[in-house]
């Protein structure tokens, strides 16, 4: 069942070493500022748990994965600080997965848009159906991917970054994804991609933790910098929001 809850719902299922974290916002599973702080401090709790050996990120319904920042969030910054504050939490949940002793399986049943592209470029491992279409739209509003610029660079190049960062208004399908390194499989059905997922995970969890674990750093390996930048982006972005250009496109939509 999605939730109708306004700051959106989070819940963890720890099954056989396997922690499954599920969120959900009715606005197409978008991020509220209370979700994302959720959402990082689940990853935190979860990366300190010795009885979870791997962790699968997944979102509610059967349609859109994730529609990244929520709409009617963006709506209520009127200042520099609110606007850090609200990119910021977008800063604090990829370097979460980042830093989670344990590898990060992401689950794409739909579409992404934005912060949720970044969700999914900071995951270990994604699976996704043909119906996991991408877009980045921010700078169609006034802002740019500035936060989740890093993970998707690390994850399919600078010039991925760049064809998508360019044309906010053009849906990549799946299969794009998964040949720009995105998605590490695409399925035609849930179903399917879910019996992948468990075979998967059962399989992987039962490797040694240990090795999993510094299988996952040396992933990770030269982005340090991360604990930083991702914060000194969602400055740039909490400023962008404030423009004229924003603020009147963002009343457009409204």
Same mark, same amino acid.
């Given at each position: 069942?999605?939730?109708?809850?306004?700051?959106?719902?989070?819940?963890?299922?720890?099954?056989?070493?396997?922690?499954?974290?599920?969120?959900?916002?009715?606005?197409?599973?978008?991020?509220?500022?209370?979700?994302?702080?959720?959402?990082?401090?689940?990853?935190?709790?979860?990366?300190?748990?010795?009885?979870?050996?791997?962790?699968?990120?997944?979102?509610?319904?059967?349609?859109?994965?994730?529609?990244?920042?929520?709409?009617?969030?963006?709506?209520?910054?009127?200042?520099?600080?609110?606007?850090?504050?609200?990119?910021?939490?977008?800063?604090?949940?990829?370097?979460?997965?980042?830093?989670?002793?344990?590898? !990060? +399986?992401?689950? %794409?049943?739909?579409?992404?848009? $934005?912060? *949720?592209?970044?969700?999914?470029? #900071?995951?270990?491992?994604?699976?996704?159906?043909?119906?996991?279409?991408?877009?980045?739209?921010?700078?169609?509003?006034?802002?740019?991917?500035? !936060? +989740?610029?890093? %993970?998707?660079?690390?994850?399919? $190049?600078? *010039?991925?970054?760049?064809?998508? #960062?360019?044309?906010?208004?053009?849906?990549?399908?799946?299969?794009?994804?998964?040949?720009?390194?995105?998605?590490?499989?695409?399925?035609?059905?849930?179903?399917?991609?879910?019996?992948?997922?468990?075979?998967?995970?059962?399989?992987?969890?039962?490797?040694?933790?240990?090795?999993?674990?510094?299988?996952?750093?040396?992933?990770?390996?030269?982005?340090?910098?991360?604990?930083?930048?991702?914060?000194?982006?969602?400055?740039?972005?909490?400023?962008?929001?404030?423009?004229?250009?924003?603020?009147?496109?963002?009343?457009?939509?409204?």
């Amino acid at each position: 069942m999605e939730t109708n809850r306004e700051n959106g719902s989070l819940y963890t299922n720890i099954l056989n070493g396997v922690a499954t974290i599920e969120f959900g916002h009715p606005q197409a599973n978008s991020f509220p500022l209370e979700l994302l702080n959720r959402l990082t401090t689940e990853l935190n709790l979860i990366s300190n748990n010795p009885q979870v050996k791997l962790v699968v990120l997944k979102s509610e319904g059967d349609k859109t994965f994730c529609a990244g920042a929520s709409f009617g969030e963006l709506l209520k910054v009127d200042s520099e600080a609110k606007g850090y504050e609200f990119f910021s939490g977008f800063a604090k949940v990829i370097n979460a997965i980042r830093h989670c002793s344990k590898l !990060v +399986i992401g689950r %794409a049943q739909g579409k992404s848009v $934005g912060g *949720g592209i970044g969700l999914l470029a #900071a995951c270990d491992y994604v699976f996704a159906t043909e119906a996991a279409s991408i877009k980045l739209s921010e700078i169609s509003i006034g802002i740019g991917p500035f !936060v +989740i610029a890093p %993970a998707v660079e690390r994850k399919m $190049g600078v *010039g991925v970054l760049a064809e998508l #960062a360019l044309t906010p208004d053009q849906w990549k399908n799946a299969y794009w994804a998964e040949k720009k390194g995105l998605y590490a499989r695409v399925f035609e059905t849930i179903l399917q991609m879910d019996k992948e997922i468990e075979y998967f995970t059962q399989k992987l969890s039962a490797y040694n933790p240990e090795a999993l674990s510094e299988l996952k750093k040396s992933f990770w390996r030269n982005t340090e910098n991360w604990d930083t930048l991702l914060f000194d982006n969602a400055r740039i972005s909490g400023k962008l929001i404030l423009s004229d250009f924003s603020k009147q496109i963002l009343q457009k939509l409204k």
